[in-house]
């Protein structure tokens, strides 16, 4: 089974500022996706950026990346230049992509990490 | 815009009635949606698998004859929480699996409250 951890329960970041969130995973397969979700007050669940186990370079999607750190199972979310709309809950998942078994398609979250961006 | 949408955003039942929702994809074909249920600042916790054209398959703990779930058709699933308790209460989160992307895409919740 797979599990995932965020070691922080909240940050905080000044407007305009940098703030990285932490996640480890722990899996004995070696092809799978990682994800960070989004969850504001409305909690929705929005999808932030997606990671392909197989592939070397960190994704990007505009103000937000990750480092991918396959040997160390290690999946951080960078979001630059913060903005007060990035106030939210984060949660870090892993999905299997073992297509057929019976984890197909299912997300392991984290615990979660609130991160207040103040002005 | 939503690819997922779920249906009631909230409902107030009372003690002992049922209570259904439903959760559409709308512009992709789902095999497999998932249930959550997710307590105030807590995380996700999966109740369910729900796979078109055959039966759930439920996690540890979860009651199968309490929330039955039916996937029907390739766009719908639905989740009816039976004799509701307040113990109930709770947001309930679905998501659907798009198998050409490999992305989950949730709905917007519910929000139970059995009184």
């Known amino acids: 089974a797979q599990t995932v951890t965020q070691s922080q329960p909240e940050m905080s970041v000044q407007e305009a500022e940098t703030v990285t969130l932490s996640c480890t995973y722990d899996?004995?397969?070696?092809?799978?996706?990682l994800f960070w979700y989004k969850q504001p007050p409305s909690r929705q669940m929005i999808l932030v950026i997606r990671?392909?186990?197989?592939?070397?370079q960190n994704a990007t999607e505009n103000r937000f990346s990750v480092n991918f750190q396959k040997a160390a199972k290690s999946f951080s979310l960078k979001i630059s230049d913060s903005q007060l709309g990035d106030t939210a809950m984060y949660f870090c998942?892993?999905?299997?992509?073992?297509?057929?078994?019976?984890?197909?398609?299912?997300?392991?979250f984290g615990q979660g990490t609130i991160l207040t961006v103040h002005p | 815009g939503a690819v997922v949408s779920q249906h009631p955003s909230r409902v107030i039942c009372k003690s002992g009635t049922s209570v259904k929702i439903e959760c559409r994809s709308l512009?992709?074909?789902?095999?497999?949606m998932f249930w959550y249920r997710q307590f105030p600042k807590k995380s996700l916790m999966l109740m369910a698998t729900?796979?078109?054209?055959?039966?759930?398959?439920?996690e540890q703990g979860v009651e199968k004859d309490k929330f039955l779930i039916n996937h029907a058709s390739l766009t719908l699933s639905t989740l009816t929480v039976t004799s509701a308790h307040p113990e109930d209460s709770s947001f309930y989160i679905c998501?659907?699996?798009?198998?050409?992307?490999?992305?989950?895409?949730f709905g917007q919740g519910t929000r139970l409250t059995v009184v």
């Open positions: 998501s659907a699996l798009d198998d050409r992307r490999y992305k989950a895409f």
């Open positions: 899996t004995s397969e070696n092809n799978y996706y």
């Open positions: 990671q392909e186990a197989y592939k070397q």
């Open positions: 998942a892993f999905m299997s992509n073992a297509a057929g078994g019976t984890s197909y398609g299912k997300l392991t």
């Open positions: 512009d992709f074909q789902a095999t497999t």
């Open positions: 729900s796979n078109e054209g055959s039966k759930a398959t439920y």
